[in-house]
Nanobody, 119 residues
Framework: QVQLVESGGGLVQAGGSLRLSCVAS????????MGWYRQAPGKQRELVAD???????NYADSVKGRFTISQDNAKNTVYLQMNSLKPEDTAVYYC?????????????WGRGTQVTVSS
């Protein structure tokens, strides 16, 4: 089974930056899509950004121009560089991957990392 582990969250002032990392570990797998989602208190989980194996990226309108998603396929790692952070970016950020193992495809989630942006 493939595990996703996030790191890099923390407390930052508005206008600051953070970089999140997510490492996928396991054996015999490939990843079609990896993405970052976030969930703020009292709100639904939403897609922040994702990157497909071919390099195509997608971003939520609210983070375009501020966040950048990237991947290191050799390390099975995806990053989220977050710049110009705003208080409304405060949330738990989750890594998600569409995992392929043989003929099986499933979604795997990390446990999340807290990002808090103070005003």
């Amino acid at each position: 089974q493939v595990q996703l582990v996030e790191s890099g969250g923390g407390l930052v002032q508005a206008g600051g930056s953070l970089r999140l990392s997510c490492v996928a570990s396991g054996s015999g797998f490939s990843i079609a899509v990896m993405g970052w989602y976030r969930q703020a208190p009292g709100k639904q989980r939403e897609l922040v950004a994702d990157v497909h194996s071919g390099g195509t990226t997608n971003y939520a309108d609210s983070v375009k121009g501020r966040f950048t998603i990237s991947q290191d396929n050799a390390k099975n790692t995806v990053y989220l560089q977050m710049n110009s952070l705003k208080p409304e970016d405060t949330a738990v950020y989750y890594c998600q991957g569409n995992i392929n193992i043989g003929d099986l495809t499933y979604k795997s989630w990390g446990r999340g990392t807290q990002v808090t942006v103070s005003s």
